[in-house]
């Protein structure tokens, strides 16, 4: 499983992508079974965490690349937007209502979808997601267990949580511990809200005895990055940056400034 995404910042409003359509590449003569039989056994659905300015410059490219290749495809915004379409949330836009706006998008999720998919990956409009690889990863996995995946970091939780960046997925059971259990009650999970809410799910799912998966395969090669693809392929030795105390599984696939 391989996502990609630039780290920077949460609520997506300081890069531009472009306003373009993408071109479609068709491969008629790709052998496509197993992916087509994993696609009904690992049903995912993904919710992409998006906002009004980024409709056109990210949400679409979305829609129309990486995001078609899920069973079911949610945009949460706070904006309405007929194209994509968008879930408008009753929640302000910008990074101090990050925590809310998960925990609103989540809400919708369990309500109107929580029977249609085994499993809920949550993304930002510039994360890149192969789903079939994330299907493979997934499907030695009951979804009735109480487990989540992404790319682990290791400060703030016991068990690790998981990066925003690269994005997140909960099993069914996990979703249905964090609406039900957690979010209505303050001993489990943070009221209000707050930015980091890749830190405040993380401790969250720890509350709900929701394990922190690990998504390396079995040669202990990363499935999911927090960052682009060149700063994991050509990595630094500079071992100042933050990210190399943060990472729970120790690597040196990574170059940062």
């Not at 997601?129 to 499907?139: F, H, P, T």
């Not at 690790?160 to 909960?170: A, D, E, K, P, Q």
Request: with cysteine; hydrophobic share 30%.
């Amino acid at each position: 499983m391989i996502t990609q995404h630039s780290e920077s910042s949460s609520d997506h409003n300081d890069e531009s992508g472009p306003e373009l359509d993408v071109v479609s590449h068709d491969h008629p003569y790709d052998n496509t079974s197993v992916a087509d039989q994993l696609k009904k056994e690992v049903r995912i659905l993904c919710w992409v965490m998006t906002n009004p300015t980024n409709h056109k410059k990210k949400a679409r490219h979305v829609k129309r690349t990486w995001g078609k290749r899920c069973n079911i495809l949610l945009f949460m915004s706070s904006g309405e937007d007929d194209e994509l379409p968008t879930v408008k949330l009753d929640v302000e836009e910008g990074r101090p209502n990050l925590w809310r706006k998960v925990k609103e998008a989540f809400k919708y999720v369990y309500k109107h979808h929580y029977n249609d998919a085994d499993w809920f990956y949550k993304a930002d409009d510039d994360t890149y997601a192969v789903i079939e690889n994330l299907r493979y990863m997934l499907y030695p996995y009951n979804p009735e267990t109480p487990v989540h995946f992404g790319f682990k970091f290791r400060p703030f939780v016991k068990q690790g949580y998981m990066s925003g960046g690269s994005g997140y997925v909960l099993s069914r059971e996990a979703v249905r511990r964090f609406v039900v259990e957690g979010i209505p009650n303050p001993k489990m999970c943070l009221p209000g809200t707050v930015e980091n809410e890749d830190v405040e799910i993380g401790k969250c799912m720890e509350n709900l005895n929701v394990t922190a998966g690990d998504t390396r395969d079995w040669n202990g090669r990363g499935r999911m990055f927090p960052f682009i693809p060149e700063h994991h392929l050509i990595p630094s030795k500079d071992k100042t940056f933050w990210y190399w105390s943060y990472m729970f599984y120790k690597t040196d696939d990574v170059r940062l400034k």
